[in-house]
């Protein structure tokens, strides 16, 4: 299976599916801290994430999937919704709640 095939996987098994460095727990940069916050303060504490830094392979893959340069990256019922700064954006507007509301 290539990259590009397990990062589908990935995406289209899960209804949030958030690509950062480090874990939601332990995020390993800003930016990755900044999105998991914005998915909790949002009540979404369980959701699927993926530790880029784990995977070489991955931390690659993903920029080409989404054709965005730069991690973290949030997936919502498998399509690409954003980075840090538009996730920020989202949520501050309420389009982010409205689209998790989506969700059920």
Known sequence: ???QE???ELVS????V????GTPQFPQCGFSATVAQILKLCGQGDYASVNVLADEEVRQ???EYANWPTIPQLYINGEFVGGCDIVR???ENGELQDMLKSLG
């Open 1 to 3: 299976m290539s990259v």
């Open 6 to 8: 397990r990062i589908q």
């Open 13 to 16: 098994s899960q209804p949030i």
């Open 18 to 21: 958030l690509f950062m460095k």
């Open 61 to 63: 893959g993903i920029k």
């Open 89 to 91: 954006e989202m949520y």
